[in-house]
Nanobody
C-alpha cells in the first residue's frame, strides 16, 4: 500500500557525515509520525530517530547529538543527517511510521570504516 525508497548510504570514514533520504508514496505522509530505523548484522532492528507531524523529534541515546531527523511534507520525504559517524553506526537504515505496519523498503546501507 505505502512504499518507501531509502537512499544516500555509502562507505565513510569514522568522523564523517552522510545525509539519508526516504521518499514515501501516497497522500497521507503528512499525517504520520515518521521514524528512521537501523539493523546491524545479527542484531534486531531498532528505532534511532522519529519526528512528529508538527516537527517534535526524539532520538536514541546512541545517536543523540550526532543525528538530526527532519521532514518535507510537500515532497513526501524524510531525511536523516548523520554527523561524527562511528563504526557502531554501521547498519542498513530504513524509514517507516513510528508504529510500523505493512511493507518495509529495501533500506540503504551505511558502512563506517577506515
Amino acid at each position: 500500500q505505502v512504499q518507501y525508497v531509502e537512499s544516500g548510504g555509502g562507505l565513510v570514514q569514522p568522523g564523517g557525515s552522510l545525509k539519508l533520504s526516504c521518499a514515501a508514496s501516497g497522500s497521507l505522509f503528512k499525517f504520520y509520525t515518521m521514524g528512521w530505523y537501523r539493523q546491524a548484522p545479527g542484531k534486531q532492528r531498532e528505532l534511532v530517530a522519529r519526528v512528529s507531524t508538527s516537527g517534535t523529534t526524539n532520538y536514541a541515546d546512541s545517536v543523540k547529538g550526532r543525528f538530526t531527523i527532519s521532514r518535507d511534507n510537500a515532497k513526501n520525504t524524510l531525511y536523516l543527517q548523520m554527523n561524527n559517524l562511528k563504526p557502531e553506526d554501521t547498519a542498513v537504515y530504513y524509514c517507516n511510521r513510528d508504529t510500523p505496519l505493512g511493507s518495509w523498503g529495501q533500506g540503504t546501507r551505511v558502512t563506517v570504516s577506515s
